[in-house]
Structure formats: C-alpha cells, structure tokens
C-alpha cells in the first residue's frame, strides 16, 4: 500500500515524491507519459534566481530552495548512480548602459543583504572572463546563486532514486493514501473546465542544444536568452515564451531566432552544430507563481502546479513544503502559493 500517490512525473511529482520517501513514506508515481514527458523534459535547465530587490516571500522561497539544492541533488545522485548535471557555477549578464549600470551596483547592495552572505551579485570587468556575452559597457554582472541542472536526466535521476529506494513509477494505476496532483498543463486546464474559470495557461517554450564544451563555465543571460553549458559537452539555449501556438512540440523559425541571438551575443558559439531542438508547454498559473496546497477540486487531495519557468530552482524547496503538509499537517506554504491566488 502506498502512503502517498503522485499523479505527475515532472519535476514537482518526483521531488515530493523523493522528499516524502526520504521521511519513510511508500510513495507511488502515475503518469501516463512517462518520466519527464511534459515541460520537465526540457533542454535548458538555467536554476536562476530573480533579483535581489523588492522582496517578497516568492522571492526569499526561491533563495532558499536554490541554496538547499547542491545537497538534494547530491542525494538523489547518490541514491541513483545517475547525474543530474547539476552544478553552481553562477552567471555573467551583459550591462549594456550607464542606467543599467548604476542599477546593477545597487542591487549588488541589494544581494550583499537579502542573500544573507550565502551568495553574491556583484558587477566585474568583461575583461577578466574569456566566456562571456558582449558587452557595450565593458562590464558584466556576475551572480554567484545561478546554477544548472539538466532536465531530463534530473528527472530520469529522481525516479532511479525512487525506484532503488521501493517507490513506485507507473503509467498506469490506483490512487493510494494520501493523493497529490501535479500533472502540468493538463491540470490547470481540468481545474478550469471544472471552476468555470481561467487559473492559468500554458505557455509554449523551445529551446536547442548546441554541441560545444564549455561544461565548467558559468551560464549566460543576454538578449533574453539563457545560455547553459552543461556537463556532457553541449550548451543549451533558450526559449521562447508562446501564448499562441498551433502544435505544442513543434519548433520553428521563432527557434532559429533564439540562436541566432544566443551567437550574437557570444561570439565563440558561431559555427556550433545544432544537435537537438526541443519544444514543450509549461504550466504558468493566473497569479505567476506555483499552485500548492489543498487542490480546489478534489476535496482532501492536493495540488502542486505552475512551475512555469522556475519550476527546477524552486523544487526542492516545494518537495520539501508539500511533504510537511501531506505528511504531518504542517502549512509553511507562502501565502501567494496558496490555490486562492490564482483561482
């Protein structure tokens, strides 16, 4: 018997599911799909934090569970035998003018205090970085927080974790115990159809993978496109942003324009071999922000959704939130996560 059923096999599925078995719950996963099938299956896996001004409880969750994150990784890669190819080598974002750059200074006054030491944003000469994007004013920010994990083999990693440890990952199944809704897209739309009313949408994002080695460099943020080395020697940019779109897994020339940028920006990628081109929705609710707690259909159940662009850098915070409750009625849910801020 399981003591907790997880319908969703994304990354907001499988971290609770990890977090709720490392507290010795039986868990069992069901998704239809597959492991990573949806938006969690993903190419770019930028772990970026928002920045450190205007602070808010949205913002001080995601410090935390980006801070926290080396050493759930480091669990799930030992309990696997499989790398998530995570790693916190920062990011370096071009400062393009003298507004943008007196504004990047006080955030780094900014950081030096919300990030509680624990990291910094600071603004360095482009002189001093032999990888970095093009810059008018010859200097970048540096934030030492960023890191990146790639998609699918986080996720294929959490469910070996899983999986070596007795849970369960079904396509097909009963609910058992306590039961949690994570499934994506699918499931805000259900919970539309259902409430009569829109509480979120999906939004299109494509991405590619570039085949050039610069695994032990730091990622990149230019011309609103992220630029991930990751450890198996290819680098990954994207991704667009697509409320209309015809065919959801379909790429196109909005892609070939992500590139195009990605090299503009960062000259030493002319000429590297497009490998794969990626494209999938992601789970955005009305309010931005994830969707957990009590699930506003299913009486006694729960919900965790909208990870939208975030979802990696905020799940093991989210893992660790949503088994408190589940598993011993402890809320420490922030209030704008709460169903009711998107419903």
Known sequence: MADV?????????LSIAWCCQSRGAHVRVIDPGGVGAGASGGVVGALAPHVPENWNAKKAFQLDSLLMAEAFWRAV?????????YARLGRLQPVPDAAALSLARERAEGAAKLW????????????DHDWAPVTPTGYLIHDT???????????????????????????????EGQVIHATGVA??????????RVVGNGVKGQGALLHFDA???????ADTVH???????????GSTSERDYDDPTSTDAQLD??????????????GARVIERWAGVRPRTRSRAPMLGAHPQYEGQFIANGGFKIGFGMAPGIGQVMADLVLEGIDTIPCDFRPEASL
Do not use: N, Y
């Open 5 to 13: 059923t997880i319908f969703g096999a994304g990354i907001f599925g």
């Open 257 to 270: 324009e992500v590139i195009e940028r990605a090299m503009r920006a960062v000259p030493v990628l002319h």
């Open 215 to 221: 695994r032990d460099l730091p990622q990149l943020f």
């Open 77 to 85: 890669q030992e309990v696997s035998g499989i790398s998530p190819g």
């Open 227 to 237: 630029i991930v080395p990751h450890e198996d020697g290819t680098v990954a940019v």
């Open 187 to 196: 499931g805000l739309d259900e919970l539309a159809t259902s409430l009569g």
């Open 116 to 127: 509680q030491g624990k990291a910094a944003w600071q603004v360095v000469s482009a002189a």
């Open 145 to 175: 927080l960023s890191a990146r994990v790639h998609p699918r083999r986080a996720c294929t990693a959490l469910a070996a974790a899983i999986t070596a440890r007795g849970g369960e990952i079904l396509t097909q199944g009963s609910a």
